[in-house]
């Protein structure tokens, strides 16, 4: 079974991160989530940073369960993706949302959060270190998606909201958040991109 995911992984928070499951190279516009084990290898990449989710109850989906879970995901994404494009005026064509108005996104977005009710609890016994764990009244995996959710309510109503950045090199698609004063891409390949773009420009206006 491929566990390795297309999806750029740029340690980014969580939600961003399934925001750029929709990406681009030079063969175009890409869905790391468009069939079932897409959809597993996505969330295998990501399954450490979630309570919910271990590698065992992923494999244990069936192609169902991947069909259902895929959906719900990209439905997610694509709010998540339009929220982005408000929070950052993203004026890129190609990384446009499916979901085109603001209310839409937003109630696809509190939906998504209360799909699946999950809860921290604690466990402490004689002798042994208190330790938390987390418990859904519904499939784990189904679970890890509404946290997600939740996680991303928390990004877009808080002051990380203005950190949320489009990445504005040829051809990306892509979020992040601007974690240092100077940084300007999604990445170093993307930086390179566009100093190239902007090279190939004053040259070209040079010898005009």
Same mark, same amino acid.
């Given at each position: ?7 750029p ?15 681009? #190279? =030079? #063969? ?20 450490? =940073? ?31 993706r ?9 004026p ?17 977005l ?13 466990s ?43 990445c504005?090199?040829?051809? @990306? ?12 891409? @999604?990445?170093?390949? @993307? ?10 420009? =004053? ?6």
């Amino acid at each position: 079974m491929d566990t390795d995911t297309n999806a750029p992984l740029l340690g980014e928070p969580l939600p961003v991160e399934l925001m750029n499951t929709i990406w681009a #190279d =030079r #063969d175009g516009v890409h869905d790391a989530l468009r069939d079932p084990e897409g959809t597993r290898a996505w969330l295998h990449a990501v399954s450490s =940073r979630i309570d919910l989710m271990t590698p065992d109850a992923l494999d244990a989906l069936t192609t169902s369960d991947l069909d259902s879970l895929g959906g719900r995901l990209v439905g997610l994404r694509d709010a998540l993706r339009r929220l982005a494009a408000e929070a950052t005026e993203d004026p890129r064509r190609a990384a446009a949302s499916d979901i085109r108005e603001l209310e839409a996104a937003v109630t696809a977005l509190n939906r998504a959060a209360g799909d699946t009710p999950h809860w921290s609890a604690l466990s402490w016994k004689p002798d042994q270190e208190p330790s938390r764990h987390v418990r859904t009244g519904g499939q784990t995996a189904s679970a890890a998606v509404s946290a997600i959710a939740e996680d991303a309510i928390t990004l877009f109503s808080q002051g990380t909201r203005q950190h949320l950045r489009a990445c504005l090199a040829p051809g @990306c698609v892509l979020y992040f958040l601007k974690n240092h004063p100077r940084r300007e891409w @999604c990445s170093a390949g @993307c930086g390179n991109r566009a100093r190239s773009a902007r090279h190939y420009q =004053r040259h070209r206006h040079t010898t005009a």
